[in-house]
């Protein structure tokens, strides 16, 4: 599970009220190898939050993380650092700001470990669509678990050996394996123009494979079944419409969804009407209705 190597990695963690989110976690990936020299703090401008941030600040002011350095990220909306969220405009200044440091580690060249633990849910959510636009397949996200650590408890900077915690990894569904294209979002300033961007290549993709599978696995005669079937059609209008027997639009239905099940990757069974309509008709939408 281990991709330590010897490049230079960052930490950029969620933070609210509980400050040791992001003690603990570092001092776990510091532990265990991974070679992380600077640390990024998300975090809001709510009283709380802003004391958490006074208490992991001080951490690093003395000896007890020798060459880790710390940058503070408030999450900055047109006109001030946002308290909480409670707007879209909130939410816009939170993906901006985590969008704009992942992206930054990104362009430097350096892994990214995303703790998500820290503050309010939505800053992991949010911090979920960042890594999905952004991350390569070294980078990581961490959740912390831990057991007996409540809310309004000691708040522990550092583990005692009978302190109960695991740092588990989060698997990202990434949008794109493509370097070249990580590297075009990572241009982008405005992650809502990266996530148009990734929507719109997404959808040109998924419209390239489906002309692919319609023109290339399917015979003439399934293709004209499957595109009225797509159109709601039912096997006896079908059968009338192109002049054949019921018997032979169900066969060659049968057919097409064995070749469909088998280009999804389907394990034990091939799909029914309901996946091919949902997988198919988009393109026979977008063909007007045109039977290759």
Known sequence: ???????????????????????????????????????????????????????????????????????????????????????????AALLATLYREVRDVKRSGRVVHLCISGGRKVMGIAAMVVAQLLFGPDDWVWHLMSEGWLPGSEKRLHLRPEDQTWLVPVPVLRWTDSAAMLAALGDLDDPSEAIRRQ????????????????????SKAERE????????????????????????????????????GEWLGFPDRAPDRSVLIAELAPYFALKGGERK
């Open 225 to 260: 079944v499957v595109a009225l079937a797509c159109v709601g059609l039912d096997n006896a209008a079908i059968a009338k419409k192109l002049g054949k027997s019921e018997q032979t639009v169900a066969n060659q239905l049968t057919k097409a969804y064995g070749k469909l």
């Open 1 to 91: 599970m281990k991709r330590h190597g010897t490049h230079s990695q960052v930490l950029v963690a969620t933070l609210g009220s509980e400050p040791q989110v992001v003690t603990i976690v570092l001092d776990r990936l510091l532990a265990a190898g991974h070679s992380i020299d600077h640390v990024i703090v998300v975090y809001t401008a709510a009283d709380v939050v802003q004391a958490a941030m006074a208490r992991v600040a001080a951490e690093f002011d003395g000896a007890v993380y020798p060459g880790v350095a710390l940058r503070t990220a408030p999450v900055t909306g047109p006109d001030s650092v946002v308290t909480d969220f409670r707007t879209q405009d909130d939410m």
């Open 199 to 218: 929507e719109t290549l997404a959808r040109s993709e998924a419209m390239r494979r489906r002309r692919e599978f319609v023109e290339r696995w399917l």
